[in-house]
């Protein structure tokens, strides 16, 4: 009599057991009737509507720079600050912040990281960059130069025509120095 119990229990253990086996058996996710994916949502056409008017003075529209080559500034680039007193005494401040260290603070290539450099840095009183046009040097600090890194991302557009106005300030300087001298 205790073999057809034990079998009745193995038969229902086993029918239990392929049970939960099918129910814990992975089924294809399903998705909430309201949601969308991307292979069954609604195909969007771009510009099948016009894009909306962005209200005004909400992106920069002024003042931004055309990308150019350093040749293309020496031609086209001209400084548009005036030559006061503030804006030398701005680009005095950057000059001392980002051109100081290799320059020198008195331009003259003798800065306290030059002699670690690779090539020694360019002379800017007595050296060809005083016969430059102001577009070259603007050009140079945005974009570098040689062995100078590039200060675009550092200082603003404003800030370096102030850093060229400081550097022609020096070399007036310099110039009137020299004919004092002789």
Excluded at 22 to 33: Q, R, V
Excluded at 72 to 82: E, G, R, S, W
Aim: hydrophobic residues 40%; charged residues 15%; neutral net charge.
């Amino acid at each position: 009599m205790i073999g057809p119990i034990v079998r009745t229990f193995r038969a229902v253990g086993l029918m239990l057991a392929v049970a939960i086996a099918i129910a814990a058996w992975p089924s294809p996710a399903t998705c909430f009737p309201w949601s969308i994916d991307m292979y069954r949502g609604p195909e969007v056409q771009p510009y099948a509507e016009a894009p909306r008017v962005t209200p005004a003075d909400t992106i920069p529209v002024h003042g931004g720079e055309p990308p150019m080559s350093l040749e293309q500034a020496t031609i086209k680039m001209h400084n548009p600050l005036q030559p006061t007193p503030e804006n030398i005494a701005k680009g005095k401040a950057q000059f001392i912040t980002y051109c100081a260290p290799c320059h020198g603070e008195s331009a003259q290539g003798n800065g306290p990281v030059a002699h670690i450099l690779a090539k020694p840095p360019k002379n800017l009183i007595a050296g060809t960059s005083k016969d430059l046009p102001d577009g070259y040097i603007y050009g140079a600090i945005r974009d570098g130069v040689l062995s100078m890194p590039s200060y675009a991302e550092e200082m603003p557009a404003e800030q370096r025509w102030q850093v060229v106005m400081y550097i022609r300030s020096m070399q007036a300087e310099a110039a009137k120095a020299k004919v004092a001298g002789n």
